[in-house]
């Protein structure tokens, strides 16, 4: 906080010298995302005097990295005009992301303001899904034809390269303008002069369509690790390129929506979240807990009876539900990671589920062995131990089949496996370890009076 | 898994050909890292002849891509010498990953077949930890002097180029051979050639230390939008780079690790790990998890004597208890996610803690009252209804003031907040739970009967 803090008293300070000069030097030293983050506690009028002092690119850069509302609020302070200079520097993938946000009249209105090239181009980007291979390329890349020269090429990326995204990588394509191959820069480089592309060009490439998930788009990129992949049409013409920054941002969103889901939380909270955007995201979760509770204490309200009679079920019976639910927590964060990482195979289901209810055997039996004990020393009724020994081996095993395959079932029905398994997995594990302990109980009563 | 079968079964096809250049050929279309993925179900003597019949360049990117196991059970089938042969063809920190898995006498011997200048560098970075900026860095960058002229380094680069692993950034050093400056390959190329690389080179460079965490340096680089990283020491002489694949593999690695251990699970395993290693990596776990189901269960049986005059309790007191550990979770979520993206900041503690208890109070009132509503009409007794809605809201202010603190204290034990967290949430909103409901079902016996 002291050093966002900091960084503001020093801009602010620098605005108020009305030299510009000044505060481009200032500026030179510290990097667009960190004033990013100190656009949050800018007043309205302060924003709109840091603009008019900064040079467009710098603020351009500024904008890329502010939080959604916050360029919302920016677009509203501005003329529009004035954020269409600011897109002439920035990568039309990035332009998409902020277009995509807006107020429809807005975006319209900025699309209308644009010159024509450059209006086709998004116009198609923002065709695509949002978490969709198209919905995070760009379109600035360079493609040159398989026939010229190195000597040739290099001229032509002398000329193109300040305006695309990245050079490091040039494609290659036929008459037809399909894609047939990717030359790195280093060879072109390397390479004799009167070498034509074709000739040194990678001709094995991953490419990935523009519908395809931006989840299995950065697991492909991570699995060759590849530093940009090309998106093509069926046909195999290039239609963009997806690079590797914004794959890590795909793979941090990702995870923290997994992450979150799993905990019981949207995704879009994070600590700083206002008190009723936490109510609004918490709560629903909550409540649908309270039904899993509810059908819980359901099945032991159905043994009363049974409680009243042997009170010492009612301080063991949450030991062999909770040890369900720790057991199959396991074998779902397992799963669930496996499945995001692309390594559950569905073929070998059969195969896991028999590990996992051995597992369940073998753990139980161990855990039951120790928790029957511990309970023959606090009640010395053998019985009430054997009763608890089976309820753990039959309880853990059902978390393990539980655990392994509700993500997969999940998956299949097209429901997101972080968001939802946990709680069906644990009504599982209460609702079966409160039902097998109690009816135990219940069935070998007159040896536990 | 079909495809894996399939493509051993080409492999071992053309294998059986005993034509190289063939099963060069096709090996052209497959990609290393496939090629790996079938090396666990090669026996000894199809990994000896595939070694033998592909070309060394190929081969040693497939052993690169190897799990550790399969790296240790190579080394041991082929001859040191031939390993030293695919080493030629490796980066140096992908040779310092294997030395790292290799047994003593087996690294000091291939150290000693070494050339003295890699013996040196990889001396060098084995001192590193593993999870260290010097851990995960490559010695194989191009560093330059600032005095060159563009064509000068142009030309220096075509020399080097093809021995480093990146040449898209160039490093500009001083004649101290202090880092003082960054250069995009692109800008080299469009700059005049008698321009100077000090005059061109961007000054403002965000670099690491060897020591600093790859945590730390996958955030830097995450947030910085940086394709590579310099090491640099603390006189900045540069070290080594860090290059953004290998960031990736960081950003993966510290999730599955996060994600594993708040599900009580040791990283190390994965779908396909054996049964026995299963159970070793679970049981220690779930015995910790058992010492918390008791400490849960002596609360219970502290009021044996209360449930016995009214068992309703039992049936509603899991409600209580299982609705804070939810509730818990979801602070416990964000904050641990918050905590391994760097957005935690800790001197906001205060304000952070007092809108916990907020939402504490409010949604524990919001549950409390339906859920008192719901044991008003089964049970008909406004007071048992009056004290769950007491201890609802009681216990979940405890599990936000513990959800929120947690991971935070651990952390600053030095102790990972994402393995030991939510055993110690949940034995709170277990113990404290049942020790509220049934602690006020107590004192208030008389107006429950």
């Known amino acids: 906080m002291e050093i966002k803090e900091e960084l503001y008293n020093q801009i602010i300070e620098g605005m108020k010298s009305e030299d510009r000069e000044l505060l481009d030097e200032e500026l030179e030293n510290i990097y667009p995302v960190d004033i990013a983050e100190i656009f949050d506690i800018f007043e309205d009028h302060e924003i709109i005097k840091f603009y008019s002092m900064v040079d467009h690119e710098y603020m351009a850069k500024v904008f890329e990295e502010l939080d959604d509302e916050i360029q919302i609020r920016l677009v509203e302070l501005l003329d529009l005009k004035n954020i269409i200079k600011l897109f002439d520097f920035m990568a039309n993938d990035d332009i998409a992301d902020i277009l995509g946000i807006l107020r429809i009249d807005d975006k319209k209105k900025l699309l209308n303001l644009m010159k024509k090239g450059e209006y086709k181009d998004l116009e198609t980007l923002l065709g695509y899904a949002e978490d969709s291979a198209g919905g995070i390329m ?21 000329k193109i390269g300040p305006k695309t995204e990245i050079i490091e990588s040039i494609f290659v394509i036929d008459n037809f303008k399909k894609l047939i191959g990717i030359v790195d820069i280093r060879d072109i480089l390397i390479a004799e002069n009167e070498i034509k592309l074709e000739d040194i060009m990678e001709q094995n490439i991953i490419s990935v369509t523009p519908e395809v ?34 794959i890590i941002d795909v793979i941090v969103e990702e995870n923290t929506e997994d992450m ?5 939380v949207s995704h879009e909270e994070t600590v700083n979240s206002s008190f009723f955007m936490s109510v609004k995201r918490r709560l629903p979760w909550l409540f649908i807990n309270l039904g899993t509770a509810f059908l819980a204490a359901f099945t032991v309200s159905l043994f009363e009876d049974v409680i009243m009679q042997v009170v010492a079920l009612a301080a063991a019976m949450p030991i062999v539900a909770g040890m369900g639910g720790n057991s199959g927590t396991q074998t779902l964060s397992i799963v669930i990671r496996g499945i995001a990482l692309g390594e559950v195979d569905i073929k070998e289901d059969l195969k896991y589920i028999l590990k996992e209810i051995g597992l369940g055997i073998f753990n139980g039996a161990v855990l039951g062995l120790v928790t029957g ?77």
């Open 138 to 158: 760009t379109t600035e890349y360079i493609a040159l034809k398989a026939s010229l020269t190195t000597e040739e090429a290099i001229n032509k990326i002398k």
């Open 213 to 246: 998930d931006q989840e299995e788009v950065s697991l492909i990129v991570s699995k060759y690790d590849l530093e940009i992949i090309p998106v093509v049409s069926k046909k195999n013409k290039i239609l963009g390129i997806i690079t590797i920054d914004d």
């Open 260 to 264: 979150l889901k799993m905990g019981g």
């Open 373 to 449: 004990a511990i309970i023959f020393y606090k009640y010395g009724n053998i019985y009430l131990s054997l009763i608890i020994f089976a309820a753990m081996i039959g309880n853990l095993v059902i978390a393990g089949m539980f655990g392994f395959s509700l993500p997969l079932i999940l998956k299949k029905l097209g429901i997101d496996p972080a968001l939802a398994s946990a709680i069906f997995l644990t009504t599982a594990t209460d609702v079966f370890g409160f039902f097998i302990f109690l009816g135990l109980a219940k069935i070998f009563l007159a040896l536990l009076i």
